[in-house]
């Protein structure tokens, strides 16, 4: 019996070695494909598609300059007391939470467009029953409204946006929702300076109005298409985005294949995958973290926690302020996600906030002892001094408050969306969209429902410490957040089911 000879060592291997190289020339593929693109029509849609975030914003807001000016009032139907004024104020986050809700129902039913497009009809409805109240019941009605359509939108614009763009310049258009909601806001601020409050509610239509009519123009998610079996319209929409020169193809093979591997619609038996539940799990825990490290209740009675400071201006100033560093991180944020990365980005932001909260705590409890026998009351009973606190500590409170906004917008605000877009698999997307929103709204109202309590019964500094203990979590859970950059979703999802990092090394290594 003749002895076995062993293989040469290469010989052993061939099915390892041709599967990376495989990989590599895959890679290299994608990333040739996606540099010949180009994004006009692309950033047509997306620009269409985010006003209706600027919208979010403007709603958002809509009480600022309203409720002073319903407090003063001469109607007395109309007339707002400071219960009726928070409810005002508040009500606006439930019907945002009930949008979240329906959404889960109507991305995958609608399609993400249709659901966009059909906010528009109980946010046009909210708008003039607010231009035209006779009672303050029409005014919660309007708010209520107008929060559920910013729900449906908050839900499926993100993954409107994420599906129709390409991983070269994702990281940058993911960010154009946080933005244009943010100059919706600073929109119904300036407004508010020369407009009275039934014509800022007619303003608000303008917005809703444009988006509908330019979003009619506008292709479907090419992914969802697929789905749903339209595989000509899916193709038309891929030409339309990407244009008729290159490869749409490849692409197209890449969507489907996803598509088919993962079927149609998610079950209940699903979620005990982990391809399921982890990514579930990252995108809803980012929107529970994200609120409870309290930008919503800072945001809201922003005016409130400077006069309850010693601070070196007029808080009507200071929040000015406040809302153009908001508006220049979120843009810095945009253009730096594709090239620094999404968890570098997260760190970064945490720290930032927690640096930052933890300096505005320590610096009411500091006043609060130095000068607890003044005039200025700051929660809790006691008071601080604006005259008698020293000039040089009197910049505290504002830089603190504008360096916790611009951590939050540099990071926390847009990549929470960003992510929650790209981790969620295609058969849950929709229907995890709308339980990020409607998780994300019932925290942010129990957090600005909390914190004039809180801040009247135990200070205003406890707030402040509980945002910081909830940003050191923020840095600790951001440890188990995959790095997005550059990648496609099929690759993100590809690393989900099957576990290997493989398939999320960047391009640059192969450049």
Request: charged share 15%; glycine share 8%; proline share 5%.
């Given at each position: 019996?003749?002895?076995?000879?062993?293989?040469?060592?290469?010989?052993?291997?061939?099915?390892?070695?041709?599967?990376?190289?495989?990989?590599?020339?895959?890679?290299?593929?994608?990333?040739?494909?996606?540099?010949?693109?180009?994004?006009?029509?692309?950033?047509?849609?997306?620009?269409?598609a985010?006003?209706?975030?600027?919208?979010?914003?403007?709603?958002?807001?809509?009480?600022?300059?309203?409720?002073?000016?319903?407090?003063?009032?001469?109607?007395?139907?109309?007339?707002?007391?400071e219960?009726?004024?928070?409810?005002?104020?508040?009500?606006?986050?439930?019907?945002?939470?009930?949008?979240?809700?329906g959404?889960?129902?109507?991305?995958?039913?609608?399609?993400?467009?249709?659901?966009?497009?059909?906010?528009?009809?109980?946010?046009?409805?909210?708008?003039?029953?607010?231009?035209?109240?006779?009672?303050?019941?029409?005014?919660?009605?309007?708010?209520?409204?107008?929060?559920?359509?910013?729900g449906?939108?908050?839900?499926?614009?993100?993954?409107?946006?994420?599906?129709?763009?390409?991983?070269?310049?994702?990281?940058?258009?993911?960010?154009?929702?946080?933005?244009?909601?943010?100059?919706?806001?600073?929109?119904?601020?300036?407004?508010?300076?020369?407009?009275?409050?039934?014509?800022?509610?007619?303003?608000?239509?303008?917005?809703?109005?444009?988006?509908?009519?330019?979003?009619?123009?506008?292709?479907?998610?090419?992914?969802?298409?697929?789905?749903?079996?339209?595989?000509?319209?899916?193709?038309?929409?891929?030409?339309?985005?990407?244009?008729?020169?290159?490869?749409?193809?490849?692409?197209?093979?890449?969507?489907?294949?996803?598509?088919?591997?993962?079927?149609?619609?998610?079950s209940?038996?699903?979620?005990?995958d982990?391809?399921?539940?982890?990514?579930?799990?990252?995108?809803?825990?980012?929107?529970?973290l994200?609120?409870?490290?309290?930008?919503?209740?800072?945001?809201?009675?922003?005016?409130?926690?400077?006069?309850?400071?010693?601070?070196?201006?007029?808080?009507?100033?200071?929040?000015?302020?406040?809302?153009?560093?908001?508006?220049?991180?979120?843009?810095?944020?945009?253009?730096?996600m594709?090239?620094?990365?999404?968890?570098?980005?997260?760190?970064?932001?945490?720290?930032?906030?927690?640096?930052?909260?933890?300096?505005?705590?320590?610096?009411?409890?500091?006043?609060?002892?130095?000068?607890?026998?003044?005039?200025?009351?700051?929660?809790?009973?006691?008071?601080?001094?604006?005259?008698?606190?020293?000039?040089?500590?009197?910049?505290?409170?504002?830089?603190?408050?504008?360096?916790?906004i611009?951590?939050?917008?540099?990071?926390?605000?847009?990549?929470?969306?960003?992510?929650?877009?790209e981790?969620?698999?295609?058969?849950?997307?929709?229907?995890?969209?709308?339980?990020?929103?409607?998780?994300?709204?019932?925290?942010?109202?129990?957090?600005?429902?909390?914190?004039?309590?809180?801040?009247?019964?135990?200070?205003?500094?406890?707030?402040?410490?509980?945002?910081?203990?909830?940003?050191?979590?923020?840095?600790?859970?951001?440890?188990?957040?995959?790095e997005?950059?550059?990648?496609?979703?099929?690759?993100?999802?590809?690393?989900?089911?099957?576990?290997?990092?493989s398939?999320?090394?960047?391009?640059?290594?192969?450049?």
């Amino acid at each position: 019996m003749e002895p076995s000879v062993r293989k040469p060592l290469l010989d052993q291997e061939p099915a390892d070695y041709q599967t990376v190289r495989e990989q590599q020339m895959a890679r290299e593929t994608e990333k040739a494909y996606y540099g010949t693109l180009k994004n006009g029509r692309l950033l047509c849609a997306v620009l269409a598609a985010v006003l209706g975030n600027f919208n979010f914003g403007f709603a958002l807001v809509y009480p600022s300059p309203v409720i002073p000016a319903l407090e003063k009032t001469s109607i007395p139907s109309l007339k707002l007391t400071e219960q009726s004024g928070s409810w005002f104020g508040s009500v606006f986050s439930i019907g945002v939470a009930i949008g979240g809700l329906g959404t889960m129902y109507f991305n995958d039913r609608l399609g993400r467009k249709r659901s966009i497009m059909f906010s528009a009809l109980p946010s046009a409805i909210g708008y003039l029953l607010m231009a035209s109240a006779q009672e303050v019941w029409m005014l919660l009605v309007g708010r209520i409204l107008t929060g559920f359509a910013g729900g449906v939108t908050s839900a499926s614009i993100p993954v409107y946006v994420s599906e129709i763009s390409h991983p070269l310049i994702r990281g940058a258009l993911g960010s154009c929702p946080q933005i244009m909601a943010v100059l919706g806001s600073l929109s119904l601020y300036a407004l508010g300076l020369i407009l009275p409050w039934r014509w800022l509610a007619v303003a608000g239509e303008v917005p809703v109005l444009a988006m509908v009519i330019i979003l009619c123009f506008m292709p479907y998610s090419p992914r969802f298409l697929i789905s749903k079996g339209k595989e000509d319209d899916a193709i038309s929409a891929l030409i339309w985005l990407r244009g008729k020169d290159v490869d749409y193809w490849w692409e197209y093979e890449q969507i489907k294949a996803t598509v088919n591997q993962q079927g149609q619609s998610i079950s209940w038996a699903d979620i005990k995958d982990p391809y399921i539940y982890k990514p579930v799990l990252i995108a809803v825990m980012m929107r529970l973290l994200q609120q409870l490290s309290g930008v919503t209740p800072v945001i809201v009675y922003l005016q409130l926690i400077f006069e309850s400071t010693a601070v070196i201006l007029p808080a009507q100033y200071d929040a000015v302020l406040v809302g153009v560093a908001r508006l220049a991180s979120v843009a810095i944020a945009a253009f730096s996600m594709d090239k620094a990365g999404r968890k570098i980005l997260l760190y970064v932001s945490a720290s930032i906030m927690l640096a930052s909260s933890l300096t505005m705590g320590l610096y009411i409890t500091f006043t609060r002892e130095q000068f607890h026998n003044s005039t200025a009351l700051l929660g809790n009973g006691d008071h601080v001094s604006l005259a008698s606190t020293p000039s040089g500590l009197k910049i505290i409170p504002l830089l603190a408050i504008v360096i916790y906004i611009i951590g939050y917008a540099v990071g926390w605000g847009p990549i929470t969306w960003l992510l929650m877009s790209e981790v969620l698999p295609l058969k849950t997307r929709g229907v995890v969209s709308g339980l990020c929103v409607l998780a994300s709204w019932v925290t942010a109202f129990a957090t600005t429902k909390a914190f004039p309590i809180v801040k009247v019964a135990f200070g205003l500094e406890v707030p402040f410490y509980f945002f910081s203990v909830i940003c050191v979590v923020n840095l600790i859970f951001t440890r188990w957040i995959p790095e997005t950059r550059g990648k496609s979703l099929e690759r993100i999802e590809s690393y989900f089911r099957t576990g290997r990092k493989s398939f999320l090394e960047s391009f640059r290594r192969h450049e």
